[in-house]
C-alpha cells in the first residue's frame, strides 16, 4: 500500500471493499469492548476499574487497526516480517501511544476518570485484544480468498 503511486485527485479515495472493512473493525472493537464491560460490570467490578479496562482496550484496538491496515486487503499473518516492516514509523506512533496511554493511568487518572488497572484486569484487556486482533484478522483471511 506504501508503494504504490498516488492515486488521482478525482479518484474517489474510500472504495466499498475499504468502507466494509471499516465498519467490520468498528463493529469488531465496539462488541468486544462492550463484552467486555459486561463481563466485568457481571463480576462486580467497580465502575472506575470497568472504564479503565475498556478505555485501554480502545485505545490498544486502535494500534492493532493500525497494523493491520498496512497491507490494505492481505491478512497479517500471510508474511508476518513484511507486515512488520512495512512502515517502521507505525512502531514509532505505537510506541508513543503506550508512553500516553501509561501517562492516562497511572500519572493522570483523575483527568481521565480511570484507576490504575491490576494485573487481573490487564489479563482481561488482553483477552479483549487477541478477540480484536483475531476477529479482524479473520476478515481479511475471509478478504483475501475471494480473490
Known amino acids: 500500500m506504501m508503494k504504490r503511486p498516488l492515486r ?3 479518484k474517489q479515495f474510500f472504495d ?8 467490520w473493525f ?4 465496539a462488541s468486544v469492548t462492550l463484552g467486555l ?5 457481571t463480576h462486580n467490578y467497580p465502575y472506575e476499574v470497568i472504564l479503565s479496562a475498556t478505555f485501554t ?3 490498544a484496538a486502535q494500534w492493532i487497526t493500525a497494523i493491520l491496515a498496512q497491507k490494505e486487503s492481505e ?3 500471510k508474511n508476518i516480517r513484511r507486515s ?3 512502515n517502521p514509523w507505525l512502531w514509532g506512533g505505537i510506541s508513543l501511544g503506550i508512553v500516553l496511554q501509561t501517562i492516562a493511568l497511572y500519572l493522570l487518572p483523575e483527568w481521565f476518570h480511570v484507576v490504575p488497572p491490576s494485573g487481573e484486569i490487564f489479563g482481561y484487556v488482553a483477552i479483549a485484544l ?15 480468498s475471494k480473490k
Open 8 to 10: 488521482a485527485s478525482g
Open 16 to 23: 466499498r471493499a475499504m468502507l466494509f472493512r471499516l465498519g
Open 26 to 29: 468498528a463493529l469488531v472493537t
Open 37 to 41: 464491560f459486561i463481563t466485568l460490570h
Open 57 to 59: 482496550t480502545v485505545v
Open 75 to 77: 491478512p497479517f499473518l
Open 84 to 86: 512488520l516492516s512495512i
Open 130 to 144: 487477541i478477540a480484536i486482533f483475531l476477529l479482524d484478522e479473520g476478515y481479511k483471511w475471509v478478504e483475501y
